[in-house]
């Protein structure tokens, strides 16, 4: 942030205007500009998959009373980042253009030095969890490769007949075990004993989550597609609309984006303080309601927004038809407003679903790996992205075949933006269906923690609280 500040501040390191007009960048100018952008690039790829993992480290899952905390962690992380957003948004967007580049940068830059000092400030008191596997990712395919080369051995009717090592060993070392479960089954022979290489149980169940989580992230891919949609065609069908404010304020047709982060500021506060404590009373889920059922619930938002969007568009070509109008510039009589249901039920949904997935991802993640859960709900946002353009520009060529009026044309008041939207609805219904078929058959990660050999044992799972229990009760 520093060098960018530079970039923009130094005479040296930007082109030279004059009544408004600026010279062409040189090489060098352009070279520092965009050597600041990959240092933070770089910066961002050391926070951003590790720092909510850092925080939600700071509780313990096995303390009820930490416990308790935590499921409330993800909803406030969310919240504060996409008040940081609302701000940038609001305050720094103005900054730039009205005060300078320099100071717009140079705020933000100095309360990156002040976070960091509070960071530092903080070390002392952090928890830091001790990665007790050498290479998460070698154990994950030494299990299929295991696997693999047993696929011929038969598997035990008993999973107790499976190797395991002693509970003491899991004592010893401070690490919790997975429970065993009947997904993806032909990974257990990895742990055969009469095989090569035995793999324990436990590394074949931390595979198995990874294997689950996988799944998972297949059906937000399409979720995120209707997301990108906000900054691409959203927009594109705002321009076409009247966006002039009062004496001659013409709204920019990105800006509407500031709505779902203002209404997802709003439901989260509603969420963590008023439905989960009412859910909780029904179903006596800590969380209220199960990791999955949220996602289900974000997901169907996302096929809500695409039935108004669908809607709004009919409207809006039935006004276009009505005035005879169909040029590219041609500004139809109907308010951008018209846009904003769209936006704000994105916002709420994103309570569930954009909250929802990364807490999955984070809770879901094997013990060593949990940092992987972030990147999870990161990748699926950029594969999102990238599958949007794809889309586009395949249903575009797919359109214009034979002469054929393009669905998503440059002209988007002489195309069929409503059919795109409909086929946005459709898939978004199946991969819903696909969804609750997939979370029906999810087995949620149990682990055990070894306190006291051959005493007690706490028991973690989804949709229970934290208990005590003999070793002979958990089987």
Not at 216 to 242: D, E
Not at 346 to 367: K, T
Not at 370 to 393: D, H, K, P, R, Y
Request: with cysteine; glycine share 10%; hydrophobic share 45%.
């Amino acid at each position: 942030m520093v060098l960018l500040t530079m970039a923009v501040s130094l005479k040296s390191l930007r082109p030279t205007c004059t009544h408004g007009v600026c010279s062409k960048a040189t090489p060098s100018q352009i070279a520092f500009f965009f050597a600041s952008l990959y240092v933070i690039s770089i910066g961002a790829g050391g926070t951003k998959p590790n720092i909510s993992t850092f925080g939600a480290d700071q509780f313990d899952d096995f303390d009820p009373d930490e416990k308790k905390l935590k499921l409330s962690f993800f909803n406030w992380w969310m919240f504060s980042t996409f008040m940081g957003a609302l701000i940038a948004t609001l305050g720094l967007v103005y900054i730039q253009e009205n005060l300078g580049w320099g100071v717009g940068y140079g705020i933000p830059t100095g309360g990156l030095m002040v976070s960091l000092l509070i960071f530092y400030f903080g070390t002392p008191n952090y928890r830091h969890k001790v990665r007790r596997t050498e290479s998460p990712a070698k154990e994950i395919f030494k299990v299929c490769s295991t696997a693999f080369a047993n696929r011929g051995f038969e598997l035990p009717d008993d999973p107790a007949a499976l190797y395991e090592l002693e509970p003491q060993h899991y004592m010893i070392a401070g690490k919790r075990r997975v429970h065993h479960t009947s997904a993806f089954r032909f990974l257990d022979k990895a742990a055969l004993k009469e095989g090569t290489k035995a793999c324990t149980v436990n590394q074949v169940e931390e595979t198995k989550l990874v294997f689950g989580m996988s799944i998972i992230w297949l059906a937000t891919l399409i979720p995120n597609i209707i997301t990108a949609q906000v900054g691409t065609l959203f927009v594109k069908q705002g321009t076409t609309l009247r966006r002039v404010l009062g004496h001659g304020f013409q709204i920019p047709a990105a800006s509407l984006g500031s709505f779902i982060i203002i209404s997802m500021l709003l439901s989260i506060p509603i969420y963590d303080r008023y439905f989960v404590p009412f859910m909780q009373r029904r179903t006596g889920n800590p969380r209220g309601i199960t990791l999955l059922q949220r996602l289900g619930i974000g997901f169907g938002f996302q096929v809500l927004v695409t039935i108004v969007a669908s809607l709004v568009e009919l409207k809006r070509m039935h006004v276009i038809k009505s005035h005879g109008m169909n040029g590219p510039k041609d500004i139809v009589p109907m308010s951008i407003f018209w846009l904003l249901p769209q936006y704000i039920l994105l916002g709420v949904g994103d309570v569930f679903n954009a909250v929802g997935l990364l807490e999955f991802f984070y809770d879901q993640s094997p013990e060593d790996m949990q940092s992987l859960g972030t990147t999870f709900f990161t990748s699926g946002i950029g594969v999102g992205n990238f599958l949007n353009s794809l889309l586009v520009t395949v249903v575009d060529k797919l359109t214009r075949r034979g002469g054929g009026k393009s669905w998503i044309g440059n002209n988007l008041n002489d195309s069929h933006l409503d059919y795109y939207y409909g086929f946005l609805t459709a898939i978004s219904v199946i991969n819903l269906v696909v969804f609750f078929w997939v979370s029906i058959m999810y087995n949620y990660k149990k682990e055990t923690l070894e306190m006291t050999e051959g005493k007690a044992l706490c028991v973690q799972m989804e949709g229970k609280d934290v208990v005590d229990a003999p070793p002979s009760s958990l089987g």
